[in-house]
């Protein structure tokens, strides 16, 4: 949520004309996420929040806000958009498109407990679940294709050593990420600043704007590897075992998702590698741009790698019912006996 385009006061003041949400109080930059540029947009009828797309393809915003009505009304607490009074979702503010959305009350989290982590894992089980008859799916932009395409962007700007790890894996995920695997619409970035707590309960999940179809178990890698590991690139095992509880008990992963855990981990560990190497090496102008650490997601990248190697066990046991086993450095699981 990074701010790539200024605004004035004055501007928007007058785009705001096109609403029914009174006249323009404050307007503040949100110096937060890495994509769209957003702001605090307080009016004398509310407090929304302001978002203008610096690189998603305007064909595909319905998409976007129409997954957004489609999941807040099965009771997922994400942001409504607001209509203008042609009763368009969107329009454009100078020349890139634009959306007004709700603003949610809550804060975001730094370090969650389990308690956190397993409000997280049933969330985005429903969320998956509600999701799933969406009517007009998007195929998710980040997937493998697009990770081979970036590492060769990225290649020679990085050391040997470097360069050697992704190249290895990219060959590793072509041939090894399953092709079978439950699929539906995922949120994609479902990482801890993109989402709101109010107490303990979750009153908030933001920013769809990475969403589309993929393997369901991408996303949960995607969400165990932000809100579960540490900075050292291990998984803190209290944490993760909460939060795949939580989701098994909302939607019960099927053997082949068990199988592939460890192989969906590190493709979400290289996707946010290289989307943090795009942002190092080949940076997009802003004015209060948020660039991360690279190297955080290379060391959990390493991490699992390596225990994909030596046969460690890293999935937790999600109930009593089940437990896990190793073979051939591959992960399943088996009833307990």
């Known amino acids: ?45 509310g407090q929304y929040v302001l978002t203008i797309f610096e690189q998603l393809p305007e064909e595909q915003l319905p998409f976007f806000l129409g997954l957004l009505a489609h999941l807040s009304a ?27 959305v709700s603003r949610l009350r809550g804060h975001s989290l730094v370090a969650p407990t389990t308690v956190h982590c397993a409000a997280i894992g049933r969330l ?25 395409a970036t590492a060769a962007q990225l290649v020679e700007h990085l050391p040997a050593a470097d360069a050697e790890i992704l190249a290895a894996e990219i060959v590793f995920q072509q041939r090894k990420r399953p092709d079978d ?66 989701y098994q008990a909302e939607r019960p992963l099927q053997p082949a998702e068990s199988a592939a855990w460890l192989t969906m981990l590190r493709a979400a560990a290289l996707r946010f590698w290289l989307s943090r190497l795009q942002d190092h090496y080949l940076p997009r102008q802003g004015d209060l741009v948020v660039k991360r650490d690279p190297d955080a997601y290379r060391r959990l990248l390493q991490k699992h790698i390596a225990v994909s190697g030596n046969g460690q ?10 437990s896990l086993a190793a073979t051939d450095n591959e992960f399943s699981f088996r009833a307990r006996q």
């Not at 006061?9 to 006249?23: F, K, M, P, R």
Request: aromatic share 10%; glycine share 8%.
């Open 181 to 246: 695997l439950p699929r539906g619409v995922i949120h994609a970035d479902l990482f801890r600043d993109n989402v709101l707590f109010d107490g303990q309960s979750i009153s908030g999940v933001l920013d769809f704007y990475f969403a589309g179809v993929d393997d369901l178990l991408f996303d949960l890698a995607v969400t165990v590897n932000d809100w579960c590991a540490d900075v050292s690139g291990e998984l803190d095992m209290p944490r993760c075992r909460a939060l795949l509880a939580a």
């Open 74 to 100: 099965r009771g997922i607490p994400c942001p409504a958009p607001i209509v203008d009074r042609q009763g368009s979702l969107s329009r454009r503010l100078g020349d890139k498109p634009a959306v007004i």
């Open 313 to 322: 066990r890293l999935w937790p046991q999600p109930n009593d019912a089940w």
């Open 124 to 148: 985005l089980a429903r969320l998956h679940r509600a999701a799933a008859d969406f009517p007009a799916p998007l195929a998710h932009a980040r997937d493998t294709v697009w990770c081979a």
């Open 1 to 45: 949520m990074s701010v790539f385009t200024e605004l004035s006061v004055a501007d928007v003041g007058q785009w705001l004309e096109n609403y029914s949400l009174g006249t323009l109080r404050t307007l503040t930059g949100i110096a937060e996420g890495v994509q769209n540029s957003n702001f605090f947009l307080d009016t004398s009828g």
